[in-house]
């Protein structure tokens, strides 16, 4: 699914689930406030959740979007992941983890169907789905495959080869690249969104 396919899921859901949180607090908000300004009370009640949740998605959306896009990392969402590899090449998933490829910076696919994977220095050795093994060059974009590990490590300079699931090779270098940046977006878009719903506030019951 696309980018824009998820988001439109996510803010569906978002709308759902503020429509239950704004049953509660206008039903709590109705029976425990007192006369005096109960009509306004209800009202912020009735919008405060979904002030909140799209306060939230959006600047989380926003925010993520522009530290990944600086870190040359997937934002998290829609149907393509990847991560950077040496000098502007790529790690690229699309769709399912069997998809996985390795790119130049140019966008040309140099091998596909990776199923495991050991970065050193300019060099990437892995192994595809086919049970090939293979070794690319991030310099020169030269790529050699190879019917047995045995071979590959040949032109290992480690004594042994140490490939992982691709996967997790993804996984272990998006949270090294991306860091506490996901945890201060949250946090930030936490206060962004107790900040504009106390701005309803403002405006509704004083």
């Known amino acids: 699914m696309g980018v824009g396919f998820v988001i439109l899921i996510h803010l569906f859901i978002i709308a759902a689930l503020s429509f239950i949180f704004a049953v509660i607090s206008c039903t709590f908000t109705y029976f425990i406030s007192k006369k005096e300004n109960r009509r306004r009370k209800i009202i912020l009640a009735l919008i405060a959740p979904f002030v909140a949740f799209y306060t939230f998605y959006i600047v989380g959306v926003i ?3 522009m530290v990944s896009n600086n870190k040359k990392v997937d934002v998290g969402i829609g149907d393509s992941w990847y991560v950077p590899l040496k000098n502007d090449h790529q790690l ?5 983890p069997e998809q996985a490829s390795i790119n130049n910076g ?6 596909s169907s990776v199923a495991k994977i050991e970065e050193s220095g300019n ?14 060059d991030l310099k020169t974009n030269d790529v050699k495959t190879f019917q047995t590990e045995k071979e590959l490590s040949f032109l ?5 080869l140490n490939l992982i699931d691709v996967t997790e090779f993804y996984s272990e270098r998006k949270k ?19 900040g504009a719903v106390y701005i309803w506030k403002l405006i509704l019951i004083f």
């Not at 050795?125 to 086919?130: A, E, H, M, R, S």
């Open 156 to 160: 290992s300079t480690s004594k042994k």
């Open 106 to 111: 140019n966008g040309l696919t140099l091998i």
């Open 63 to 65: 925010g993520l979007s």
């Open 176 to 194: 090294d690249i991306m860091g506490y940046w996901p945890l201060l977006i949250m946090f930030l878009s936490f206060i962004i969104s107790v």
């Open 123 to 136: 060099h990437i050795f892995g192994k595809t789905l086919d049970n090939e093994y293979f070794f690319v």
């Open 92 to 96: 690229l998933f699309i769709d399912l």
